[in-house]
Nanobody
Framework: VQLQASGGGLVQAGASLRLSCAAS????????IGWFRQAPGKEREFVSA????????FYADSVKGRFTMSRDNAENTVYLQMNSLKPEDTAVYYC????????????????????WGQGTQVTVSS
């Protein structure tokens, strides 16, 4: 599977953005997809993930209530709706695929995600 993230941009605090992660491959619907982000000088951190069926998603505490993941398996695309953006959300956002379904709530290390897309920059000004 190959992943491509898009939708980043420069917005003011309080605004919204929707990131997309488009995937190739007929088995996309079987993978858990996650979003991670990396700010300058910081380690990559988990943001959210959605299970293959789309019925289960989980989020980092820092984005819970503001970000929502969804997926359209027919279109091989996952979305991250980001509302009420804050300057601390500024980072490069990456989507990634957990090919073996290992990640779960409390188990979201980046090493569990085998395939990664290129990042998309999100910048939130104050």
């Amino acid at each position: 599977v190959q992943l491509q993230a898009s939708g980043g941009g420069l917005v003011q605090a309080g605004a919204s953005l929707r990131l997309s992660c488009a995937a190739s491959g007929r088995t996309f619907s079987t993978y858990t997809i996650g979003w991670f982000r990396q700010a300058p000088g910081k380690e990559r951190e988990f943001v959210s993930a959605i299970k293959s069926s789309g019925s289960t998603s989980f989020y980092a505490d820092s984005v819970k209530g503001r970000f929502t993941m969804s997926r359209d398996n027919a279109e091989n695309t996952v979305y991250l709706q980001m509302n009420s953006l804050k300057p601390e959300d500024t980072a490069v956002y990456y989507c990634a695929a957990d090919l073996f379904g290992l990640c779960a709530i409390g188990r979201v290390e980046s090493r569990l995600f085998e395939k990664w897309g290129q990042g998309t920059q999100v910048t939130v000004s104050s």
